[in-house]
Nanobody
């Protein structure tokens, strides 16, 4: 079965960096676009970044553009989210998602597979 497993979350001070990883199994990774979403308690799941099957195309929500970088390593079946210049407003749970369509868009309803999430906490 398909599994997406996030890691790399944790506690960091404002202005710091974290790198999230999403290890995929049970699917032909190179056939799927990947994305990162985030969701705070009581809030809707929000799109953060997306990347095409071969990594040649990326797109971001405006609030993370210039600070976050999505990438992937198809040989390792892993997607990444490099997060720099973090602020307390970035504190939330981050999820990776996969879909065979690219770009699948900003709605979480468009994505077929999901990870369990990893907590990111940015202290002021």
């Amino acid at each position: 079965q398909v599994q997406l497993v996030e890691s790399g979350g944790g506690l960091v001070q404002a202005g710091g960096s974290l790198r999230l990883s999403c290890a995929a199994s049970g699917l032909t990774f190179g056939n799927y676009g990947m994305a990162w979403f985030r969701q705070a308690p009581g809030q809707e799941r929000e799109f953060a970044a997306g990347i095409s099957w071969n990594g040649g195309s990326t797109y971001y929500v405006d609030s993370v553009k210039g600070r976050f970088t999505i990438s992937r390593d198809n040989a390792e079946n892993t997607a990444y989210l490099q997060m720099d210049s973090l602020t307390p407003e970035d504190t939330t749970v981050y999820y990776c998602a996969a879909d065979a369509e690219y770009p699948a868009g900003y709605s979480p309803l468009a994505y077929e597979y999901w990870g369990q999430g990893t907590q990111v906490t940015v202290s002021s």
